[in-house]
Structure formats: C-alpha cells, structure tokens
C-alpha cells in the first residue's frame, strides 16, 4: 500500500525558507513522477514541482528559481527547499506521486505553510 507523509510546514516571515519532506513508502513501480503540489483558500489546487527517476524536474513559472526539488536515491524521501518565500506561497502543500498510468493516483495528507509579510 502506497504511503505519502509530508512534513516541515511551519510558518516563517517573507523572504525566509522551509524545507518540506516527503516520506514514501510502497511503491513497486518505476519511471513515475514525484511532485508537490499546493492548495491556497480559495484558489484551486496547482502544481509546484515535479520529478523522476532520471533526475528530470518540472517547475511551476511562480517558483522557478527559488524552489528545488530531490529525493534521495531510493526514492523514499521527497524534498522541496523553498527560498525565498512570499505571501503568495501561504498554502497547503501536498506531496504526490504518479501512478503506472501516469495519473496523479496517491496524496499526502498535507502540510501548512504560512508566509507573513
């Protein structure tokens, strides 16, 4: 059964960082996608970033530059570092990862970020 636990939400003031984890667990699959996504009251929910086993990454154009994402070699901890953080970043973070048919098939339960000005 597949596992999702996020975690390292917090709150911090505008221009700091967090560091989001991600522990996975379960999976038996290869060549799927791991990504964050995020959900602001409101707002629907968008992707942030992305990536594979080939170490290829997809950003969201609002974070390009001040995000990145990793995993460690086995796949089992996703991270995402974000750097200098706005307002407009305050949501609700979800780790997610791909199924065999390339669908967005298994959620965390989320983490909180707050960024104040």
């Known amino acids: 059964q597949v596992q999702l636990v996020e975690s390292g939400g917090g709150s911090v003031q505008a221009g700091g960082s967090l560091r989001l984890s991600c522990a996975v667990s379960g999976v038996t699959y290869r060549g799927y996608f791991m990504g964050w996504f995020r959900q602001a009251p409101g707002k629907q929910r968008e992707g942030v970033a992305r990536?594979?086993?080939?170490?290829?990454?997809v950003y969201a154009d609002s974070v390009r530059g001040r995000f990145s994402i990793s995993q460690d070699g086995a796949r089992n901890t996703l991270y995402l570092q974000m750097n200098s953080l706005k307002p407009d970043d305050t949501a609700m973070y979800y780790c997610?990862?791909?199924?065999?048919?390339?669908?967005?098939?298994?959620w965390g339960q989320g983490t909180q970020v707050t960024v104040s000005s």
């Open positions: 990536i594979n086993s080939n170490q290829i990454t």
């Open positions: 997610a990862l791909q199924g065999v048919h390339g669908t967005w098939d298994y």
